[in-house]
């Protein structure tokens, strides 16, 4: 087939092409190929006489756009091994559309949702210590058949005819949080002992804290407690923001500290981490397993509140009973302040940060375009989305450690107490929610923003 009707055959799948130069992977006229890329069938014939490319970004159907796997072949690069190693982790890749290129690699076309993040993407698993892997998206091109190179040629072993499966659901994932553990590691924290990592990468020194972080509030005291404490770690290290690889690099340090509590060989316990990973990203794709880290991605680039927001927020640490900018209490807390009224309120540290971390979470929810059976004042929110903001924005940890499994919920408890009015008990300091209704372990429940809402000019 020559390269004008292969061309036609691409555009017919959705694909956008790139003109090459003949025998090579350089674009045909230097810089701007990009805005002359071919989109129609009718401009096929401006392809004719050079080897031709395929856009990574194309709209391949309906709602999705094009993401290709490069596998590199050569010898020392890497590429078959990192594949057998992420089959080993994740299963085997979906099969779908793929090219086999002169050096003996692969091209995997394969289909992602439109909104999935694909740029700057090309080195993510490089990053994750995948090597001889590139992924192909926005702003870049892979050579495609029928084009030949000095080396020889490349040819569809499955063609596009066959269709071009979905990414797999632990990839896309890893797209939309760019690589990153999550949002504990990419906002700078106030206490530099927090634990957790603390770069965009799980390098050494990052990895070692949050191994340490692992053992400490999982630790196993004999041998029927591993599966348990081994799922809980899983799904604590997956809501934290971790890739899968991440989670089971952690993991596997994990179960090498405690080898000689647990009487399963350690081959076998590698096994059941893998099907316990499996498992979560599993429920993650059914929504059985909620992450609450991407429900607030906006905390990382800081969620931009308003003027009036933030001048709510800097009265809160000192209040004075007769500042305009109290919220007004209901007839059962008149005095609440204080008894003599006239000192002013103060605020602690954390207070305050939690304070904030209501406002973010209002503000937040607010914003949410389906609010559908909610009313203007009132939001859903977890107590473990609470949690994860106030680590995410201000490194304080709310998790109970394992020496005191309660501490983190009784520290909670106080927080909010501080001001959230729930059960007919007034807040003790400054009323700015109301639970209205609790939700089922593990659900939002329903707050009113009554003090909160001088905040949204309303």
């Known amino acids: ?212 972080e692992v053992v400490a509030r999982f630790r196993l005291e004999g041998p029927n407690q591993r599966n348990d404490n081994m799922h809980r770690a899983v799904g604590s290290l997956f809501r934290r923001g971790l890739s899968p690889a991440q989670v089971r690099e952690v993991m596997l340090r994990w179960h090498e500290h405690f080898d000689g509590v647990f009487q399963t060989p350690f081959a076998e316990a590698v096994c059941n981490l893998d099907q316990s990973i499996a498992l979560t990203l599993c429920n993650i794709e059914r929504g059985v397993f909620s992450l609450a880290s991407p429900d607030h991605l906006a905390v990382q680039k800081g969620f931009p509140l308003t003027a009036q927001q933030r001048a709510f927020l800097d009265r809160l640490p000192v209040l004075l009973p007769s500042s305009p900018s109290l919220p007004p209490s209901p007839p059962h807390r008149k005095g609440v302040l204080n008894g003599q009224r006239t000192k002013a309120l103060a605020l602690t540290n954390r207070e305050r940060q939690f304070a904030e971390i209501l406002l973010v979470l209002a503000a937040y929810e607010r914003a949410k375009p389906n609010r559908e059976g909610m009313k203007p004042d009132e939001i859903r929110a977890t107590n473990q989305q609470m949690i994860d903001l106030l680590l995410a924005r201000h490194g304080v940890d709310l998790n109970p450690t394992s020496e005191n499994q309660g501490a983190g919920k009784s520290q909670l408890r106080r927080l909010k107490a501080t001001f959230v009015t729930a059960c007919g008990r007034p807040a003790r300091k400054v009323e700015l929610l109301e639970l209205t209704r609790v939700g089922e372990r593990g659900q939002p429940s329903v707050y009113r923003l009554t003090g909160l809402l001088q905040a949204f000019g309303s």
């Not at 890329?37 to 006489?49: E, I, N, P, S």
């Not at 632990?170 to 504990?184: A, E, K």
């Not at 700078?188 to 603390?198: D, K, N």
């Open 1 to 212: 087939m020559n390269t004008v009707d292969a061309a036609k055959d691409l555009l017919g799948y959705g694909f956008h092409l790139v003109s090459l130069r003949p025998g090579s992977k350089e674009p045909a006229g230097g810089e701007g190929w990009q805005e002359r890329a071919v989109q129609r069938a009718a401009d096929a014939h401006k392809l004719k006489g050079g080897n031709i490319g395929v856009l990574g970004g194309s709209p391949v159907r309906e709602g999705c756009r094009l993401l290709v796997i490069d596998i590199d072949g050569k010898n020392g690069a890497g590429g078959p091994a990192s594949v057998r190693q992420i089959e080993a982790v994740y299963g085997s890749l979906p099969a779908t559309a793929t090219v086999r290129t002169p050096n003996d690699g692969y091209h995997l076309y394969y289909a992602v949702p439109a909104d999935t993040p694909l740029c700057g993407i090309s080195g993510l698993l490089k990053r994750l210590d995948f090597s001889g892997i590139d992924l192909i998206g926005d702003g870049l091109y892979v050579v495609a058949p029928p084009s030949v190179l000095a080396s020889g040629p490349y040819r569809w072993t499955r063609g596009p005819d066959e269709g071009l499966a979905l990414a797999p659901f632990w990839l896309r994932h890893l797209l939309r949080t760019g690589g990153r553990p999550g949002p504990v590691a990419c906002i700078p924290t106030q206490r530099s002992r927090t634990p957790g990592p603390a770069s965009r990468l799980l390098g050494p020194d990052a990895l070692s804290r949050l191994v340490d």
